[in-house]
């Protein structure tokens, strides 16, 4: 008996171009923002007020990124963004790695009313919460203090991180573990040597969410933050709004297109991470 054959399935020949064509297009709409922030903050201050104003600089100019630099104290800034949002992540993802295992593998009574506090926290707006939040933190003296900035992260990034790394776990197999136990691992090893491995790309989202969400955060501080050498970076870009509404373009452009540095660096140095720990747990003994 003649053993059948699956057919073939052909893919069309404009199928694959139209991939890259869509694949392109999307590239073009992400990266649009940071060049139209490169070109604005090459031009001069009367390109930028020139009614027939191109998108493209007619010359090359970076005196907008001296004065964003040397004026609005961004160095600085971006310091104190730096501190407060590495701190942040660090705690974050500390706290909610073991308690988004316990909440995945311990069917526990409190299980529930930690599922409700984490849906019911991210509903209630930045508002409602910050006056009660500015009084604690006041009389504990965190007010105007980084530390008092990096309680008040913490505090509005656990959830959703606890939520995101809580679904990792769950997709880990608890045979993994259980076959670690049997082959005589004690449950430290079982934790170290296959879970944490596998809930690397986890780990990864996590921390690249919390980094992001603090370095960009701008209520929180406007709020907590008075001191002008405190100040975090985008407490520091409002600054070229003027009293009248009168923006200062150029630098505002070149302030912003500086932010973003730190954001990628920091992306690009644990992008590999998101992959190269899928199934390494799995083959360690």
Not at 2 to 18: G, H, I, K, S
Request: hydrophobic letters at 55%; zero cysteines.
């Amino acid at each position: 008996m003649t053993p059948t054959v699956a057919p073939v399935r052909r893919t069309r020949p404009f199928a694959r171009p139209l991939q890259y064509l869509a694949l392109a297009a999307y590239m073009v709409f992400l990266g649009f923002p940071l060049v139209f922030l490169l070109s604005t903050s090459m031009k001069t201050a009367q390109e930028l007020r020139s009614p027939d104003n191109s998108f493209l600089p007619d010359r090359l100019s970076w005196d907008n990124f001296g004065d964003a630099i040397e004026k609005a104290n961004l160095v600085q800034a971006a310091g104190n963004s730096l501190y407060v949002a590495t701190l942040t992540t660090v705690i974050v993802t500390l706290v909610s790695l073991p308690a988004a295992y316990a909440m995945a593998r311990f069917r526990t009574r409190l299980r529930g009313a930690a599922t409700i506090w984490i849906l019911l926290s991210q509903v209630f707006p930045f508002i409602l919460i910050i006056v009660p939040l500015f009084l604690v933190l006041k009389q504990i003296g965190l007010v105007d203090d980084p530390h008092g900035l990096v309680i008040a992260y913490t505090v509005w990034s656990l959830p959703f991180a606890l939520w995101m790394l809580r679904g990792y776990v769950a997709a880990v197999p608890v045979d993994l573990e259980e076959a670690g136990a049997i082959d005589g691992a004690s449950r430290l090893r079982v934790l170290r040597s296959i879970v944490l491995p596998l809930l690397a790309p986890g780990l990864v989202a996590t921390s690249l969410f919390t980094f992001i969400s603090s370095w960009n955060e701008f209520f929180f501080a406007l709020v907590l933050i008075q001191d002008p050498d405190l100040q975090t970076l985008p407490l520091t870009l409002a600054r070229f709004v003027g009293a009248e509404g009168q923006v200062q373009m150029g630098q505002l452009a070149a302030a912003s297109l500086l932010a973003t540095i730190p954001s990628l660096a920091f992306f690009l140095l644990i992008q590999r991470r998101l992959t190269s720990g899928l199934m390494s747990g799995a083959v360690k003994g």
